[in-house]
């Protein structure tokens, strides 16, 4: 391949260590302007609160209710951060962010290795400015931090089987490799070695490279993955004797099989999903995924086939799957950066600008249309909120689409680098102007302002009733658990090895609440109207669109 004169020159240091600081500053602006949202941020920030106030970090549990739907590595390090530096919205959100930032600059590193540095920078724009790995590196949950050790051993094997590689080189970089999918594991459960085991065989049946076995290190590698994961597996294991079933059978087979978590979608839902999740590299996307099948120059291994492989078969596989969430295709990001970056080395000014161009008109289309946003507003999402978020709205469409305009301009005037360097930071911009501006939408997403109503009635030690209902996010902002009322959802498994902690039908909550005692329930205002209506002495004491909460007269 010859070289593009336009992208010849290297960038300085300075300018490198200047756009990382612009890069950290925008990053992790916002991770305390936002209160916790239900239902994920909730719950990841509750279940490692919990494990400070218990002392327990190797049992998780969720109002203090048994909770093994996922392993602890999150947990350890959210609680790690509250007794560092308190329980607060952002350290509750700090795993997300420093996993997210750390995977840019894997991409960084491991492009800059693989296919040039200035390949290297672009990789980082792509995954940096992408949609949805920005808006998930900035909400807590655990799919940011199995992503980043994904892409870990993803990167550390393309390094390590790179035809560069030294002996001391490959072992180094399978062993790191292998640590990184240990962790993965630690994250999420087993898809964080299935899945790249799946891309291994894929790849050497597709290649016939048999002899890439020889140097993935299988000995040592598997000791080292053992020895990270095995101590917490076997302590849960012997401190719950239920656990193995639960977590190995209904938690991987049973939720990819079934429809058991009522998270079924059909084949096509992750298309749209991908399709705005890598914005504003769509059109690239599309044309690196076909060229990246081409064979390299080389004989040897083939990084950008395997790269391939991974985002295709990963994406396949959760579309398929019975289980779906739109953060599940989130391991396929920073591949697909890396072989964005390494096609637009190979573009030409021109070229780029026919690509970027039609990301600019959907940027017009997105400052036309974002008035109408409030049309969005519905009774739990009341109007008053909706106008306060279009305005945010329409401010981030502006800035994307001044921003991309600049950069078409520049691009065609053959500054590259820079009309790049912009087009990545004026998305990411925009998307945190997003982020922050969902704030305006708390009131009915978040229990922290319900809270604040809620603390003046609160007495050490009083019943606290979820009735028919478990709000995610309002224990963390409370610090206390509740007793679950005719409920049981994600925490069945959990009240069936210890039913005295919750209670199971509606006449027995009504006949404890009257028998005089102080204290306080939550619930839908249907409930409370269902129960108001039967005759249950109740004063209202907060209340907003989802939740009224009720104190004992």
């Known amino acids: 391949m010859t070289s593009n004169p336009f992208h010849s020159k290297p960038i300085s240091q300075r300018n490198l260590w200047l756009l990382l600081l612009t890069f950290a500053l925008i990053w992790f602006s916002n991770l305390d302007y936002r209160h916790l949202v239900k239902p994920d941020e909730g719950r990841y920030a509750e279940i490692p609160r919990e494990m400070v106030a218990t002392g327990d970090w190797t049992t998780p549990r969720l109002n203090d209710i048994k909770y093994f739907e996922k392993p ?294 997105g400052l036309i249309f974002s008035p109408f946003s409030v049309l969005f507003a519905s009774d739990t999402v009341p109007l008053p909120l909706y106008e306060k978020y279009r305005l945010w709205i329409v401010v981030a469409a502006a800035i994307w689409l001044l921003g991309s305009a600049l950069a078409l301009l520049w691009v065609w005037q053959r500054q590259i680098r820079r009309a790049l360097i912009l087009f990545a930071f004026t998305a990411l911009i925009a998307y945190q102007l997003l982020l922050s501006g969902h704030e305006s939408l708390a009131p009915s997403n978040s229990s922290n302002y319900l809270a604040e109503q809620i603390k ?12 028919n209902m478990y709000d995610q996010t309002l224990p963390f902002y409370l610090k206390r658990t509740f007793t679950l009322v005719a409920y049981k959802d994600e925490l069945g498994f959990g009240l069936q090895q210890e039913p005295e902690k919750w209670i199971p039908d509606m006449p027995t909550f009504k006949q404890m609440w009257s028998n005089g005692t102080y204290a306080l329930a939550i619930m839908t205002p249907d409930t409370f109207d269902l129960l108001h209506n039967q005759g249950l002495p109740m004063q209202e004491i907060a209340r907003d669109t989802r939740r009224v909460v009720v104190r004992t007269p």
């Open 72 to 365: 602890a590595l999150q947990y350890w390090t959210t609680a790690a951060a509250y007794s560092l530096f308190g329980e607060h919205e952002w350290t509750a959100r700090l795993w997300s962010g420093l996993t997210g930032f750390a995977g840019v600059l894997l991409a960084f590193f491991a492009a800059r290795r693989l296919f040039g540095a200035e390949a290297g920078l672009y990789s980082a724009l792509v995954v940096g400015s992408s949609f949805l790995y920005v808006g998930i590196g900035h909400i807590n949950t655990l799919d940011m931090g199995v992503t980043f050790f994904m892409t870990l051993g993803l990167f550390g094997f393309l390094l390590a089987q790179h035809a560069s590689a030294t002996p001391k080189e490959n072992r180094v970089w399978m062993h790191i490799t292998w640590a990184a999918l240990a962790c993965s594991v630690l994250s999420k459960g087993l898809i964080g070695m299935a899945l790249p085991g799946a891309v291994l065989v894929l790849y050497t049946l597709i290649q016939r490279d048999w002899g890439l076995w020889k140097r993935l290190h299988l000995l040592t590698g598997l000791g080292l993955f053992l020895l990270i994961t095995a101590p917490w597996f076997i302590a849960v294991s012997l401190a719950n004797p239920e656990f193995f079933h639960f977590f190995f059978i209904h938690e991987h087979f049973q939720r990819f099989l079934t429809k058991a978590h009522g998270r079924f979608h059909p084949w096509h839902y992750f298309v749209p999903i991908m399709l705005l999740g890598i914005l504003p590299w769509l059109v690239l996307m599309f044309e690196s995924l076909f060229k990246a099948w081409k064979r390299d120059d080389t004989q040897g291994f083939q990084a950008r086939r395997f790269l391939l492989i991974w985002v295709v078969f990963i994406y396949f596989f959760f579309s398929i799957s019975s289980s779906k969430l739109p953060s599940y295709i989130l391991p396929v990001f920073p591949a697909l950066a890396l072989l964005i970056g390494d096609l637009l080395v190979k573009l030409e000014a021109r070229q780029i600008f026919w690509r970027m161009l039609p990301i600019v008109v959907l940027a017009a289309l």
């Open 456 to 467: 003046p009635h609160l007495k050490p030690g009083i019943p606290f009733y979820s009735v």
